[in-house]
Structures are given as structure tokens and as C-alpha cells.
């Protein structure tokens, strides 16, 4: 009988640099005395401009942390959800989300996402793949890292059609 090696998971770290870029000259002397602009920096990508929801005295013009878990989430199942096509030998030949998201503020200055709603339009090469290809979706769900990371349901109401 062969000796099997166990499988060793994998360990992914991650890094970044946040730097405020919003200080007016005072500082953080009041509330309203310093802009929430940030630079989000990773070696070898570009910087990403950011700052607060423009509910919270930001700059509507930069990512805020609010779009940037939506968009973690939405590109997150959009790559599980190609993967998991391919297993299963759907071809995708067009894919576009139009993800949602409902944060409640608790009225103590915090605040949590309640849920997140992924809408998937896709599109396969034959018609005899749009039932593989809706079933794919469950599995993308259980395989995306950042969804299974969340204390909130992310849920997805795909429509998948087919180019013949």
C-alpha cells in the first residue's frame, strides 16, 4: 500500500500601505478640519485614491471602504465562479455584476454591512450550459475566500443566457 503525503494548505499573506493625505494644515484639531483623502499603495500596482463615504465628510470621487468590500466581493466570485465553470466545462464568454450592498449605521458612530446581493449576468456558449453554469454559482460562493470571510449573508440572484 502507497504511503500518501497529507496536503499542506496553503498560507497567503497580504500587504499594503495606508497613508493619510488629508491633513489641511491643522491636523485633527476638529472634525471638520481634515479631509479623509488616503493613498492605498502596493508595490508594482497603481496607488489607489481613497477616503470616507461621502456621508462621513469624504470625497465622493475616491474609493471609499464601503465600495472596496463590494468590489472585494463582486471580483472575488466573479474568478470562483470562472473556475468553477471550467470544472465543469461551461464556457463563459461574458460575465458583468451589478453588486449591491446595505451597511446600518448603530447609531453609536459604528456601524456593519447587513448583506450583499451579487447580480451575475452571464453569458455561455450554448444553451446546453446555462444549467451548469446556474449551479456554478453555489459553488463559487463556497469557494471565495473573501464572502467565507464575512459575518453577513452574500447571496447572488444570477441570470445566465446563452449566445445560440
Known amino acids: ?5 497529507p496536503r499542506t494548505l496553503g498560507e497567503h ?12 494644515g491643522t491636523g485633527t484639531t476638529g472634525y471638520r478640519d481634515y479631509c479623509r483623502d488616503v ?6 500596482k ?13 470625497d465622493p470621487s475616491r474609493w471609499n471602504p464601503e465600495d472596496l468590500l463590494l468590489a472585494s466581493l463582486s471580483e472575488c466570485h466573479l474568478l470562483s465562479y470562472l473556475h468553477a465553470c471550467v470544472t465543469a466545462g461551461v464556457v463563459v464568454v461574458s460575465y458583468r455584476d451589478r453588486a449591491t450592498g446595505m451597511m446600518r449605521e448603530d447609531g453609536a458612530g459604528g456601524g456593519s454591512f447587513a448583506e450583499v446581493l451579487l ?7 450554448e444553451e446546453s450550459m446555462i444549467e451548469a453554469a ?3 454559482h453555489a459553488q463559487a460562493n463556497a469557494w471565495c475566500f473573501i464572502a467565507n470571510s464575512m459575518n ?11 449566445l445560440s
Do not use: C, Q
Not at 153 to 158: L, Q, T
Open 1 to 5: 500500500m502507497a504511503e500518501t503525503t
Open 13 to 24: 499573506r497580504y500587504a499594503l500601505t495606508s497613508t493619510w493625505t488629508g491633513n489641511t
Open 119 to 125: 447580480h451575475p449576468e452571464v453569458v455561455v456558449a
Open 134 to 136: 446556474e449551479r456554478a
Open 39 to 44: 493613498t492605498i499603495e502596493i508595490e508594482g
Open 152 to 162: 453577513f449573508p452574500v447571496r447572488h440572484e444570477a441570470t445566465v443566457t446563452a
Open 46 to 58: 497603481p496607488d489607489l485614491l481613497a477616503s470616507a463615504d461621502k456621508p462621513f465628510r469624504g
